[in-house]
């Protein structure tokens, strides 16, 4: 999974260019997927309505699902965009973050726009490239594209350093940290167990394990 965050300031053209590579990536026959940070909030919810009763009666999440699709929403802390992205779309090849420049987890692609915002604002550490479309005084330490170069971003971006296998264990909700040899060794142990099944590929893409043990009448009482 290659992930990419598109920042910039309201006005400078981040949503459409978020458009146009979404639609580049999905033409070369990539799966690709989209995240919409909004640094004010918002509401998918109707006052009145059933999913909006839920959460006021203290739901810790509401999801709505019809046939044509889902949606859900859910009290987190914040997560960075990596995270995020492997969460909700584990199957993209590619995915896009557009929001403020304050997103966290990943390399920014930030757009200028001459009478908007002509300096960037980011960290030159934090970026994979610029996109203006005016000079940039005093050059720049990464790639810098015209809003109309497409074809040579989605390049850049497909060719970041693929991530590293995501290995993520949550206990009762709480997501828990783990060292390196930790995640190597679960791993190796889980792919060793799954392939050896039958009909089951060699080298799946995504596996996931869950053990809900919430019904489960053999478990010892709680300690006092």
Known sequence: MRIAAVVGYSGSGKTRL???LVGELRRRGLRVAAV?????????DTEGKDTAAFAAAGAEGVAMVSPEGWAALADTPRPDARALARRLFPGAAAVLVEGGKDVRG???IEVLRAGVAEIPASRPEELLALVTDAPLAGGAAVPVFGPDDVGPLCDLILAQEEDMADIRLEVDGREV?????????????VLGMVTSLSGIDPEPGLV???IDRTGDKSQPPAKP
């Open 208 to 210: 996931s394990l869950v």
């Open 18 to 20: 978020v458009v146009r």
């Open 177 to 189: 940290n783990l060292n390196p040899f930790v995640r190597t060794f679960i791993e190796r142990t």
């Open 36 to 44: 919409k940070r909004c640094s004010h909030g918002f509401a998918l």
């Open 106 to 108: 990943t390399r920014k």
